[in-house]
Nanobody, 124 residues
Framework: QVQLVESGGGLVQAGDSLRLSCAAS????????MGWFRQAPGKEREFVAG????????RYADSVKGRLTISRDNAKNTVYLQMNSLKPEDTAVYYC?????????????????WGQGTQVTVSS
């Protein structure tokens, strides 16, 4: 069982940066592939970024490549999403997700545990 708690969201202007954090409970954090998803009002939840258990492999949605970076610190049981050059279309609730012992996928159904989400709002 893993519990995930996101933090770091907020209201920023276009071009600004934010860093989201996701703290995980439990002693087996390094056994989980981690992902970030987002959901804007009226839209389906979409994959943003994923990171392998060791942090050696990453995957990004085309819309965020070059602007967002996912990373993890297994000693701190935490995964991060550094968000640079933010755009109004990045406005959404951002969710952290964990997938046990699997490879990175973009499908939300493949992830076993989810956080409660943190709101990111980017004004133009």
């Amino acid at each position: 069982q893993v519990q995930l708690v996101e933090s770091g969201g907020g209201l920023v202007q276009a071009g600004d940066s934010l860093r989201l954090s996701c703290a995980a409970s439990g002693r087996t954090f390094s056994s989980y592939t981690m992902g970030w998803f987002r959901q804007a009002p009226g839209k389906e939840r979409e994959f943003v970024a994923g990171l392998s258990r060791t942090g050696g492999s990453t995957r990004y949605a085309d819309s965020v490549k070059g602007r967002l970076t996912i990373s993890r610190d297994n000693a701190k049981n935490t995964v991060y999403l550094q968000m640079n050059s933010l755009k109004p279309e990045d406005t959404a609730v951002y969710y952290c997700a964990a997938r046990f012992a699997g490879y990175i996928t973009t499908k939300a159904d493949d992830y076993n545990y989810w956080g409660q989400g943190t709101q990111v709002t980017v004004s133009s």
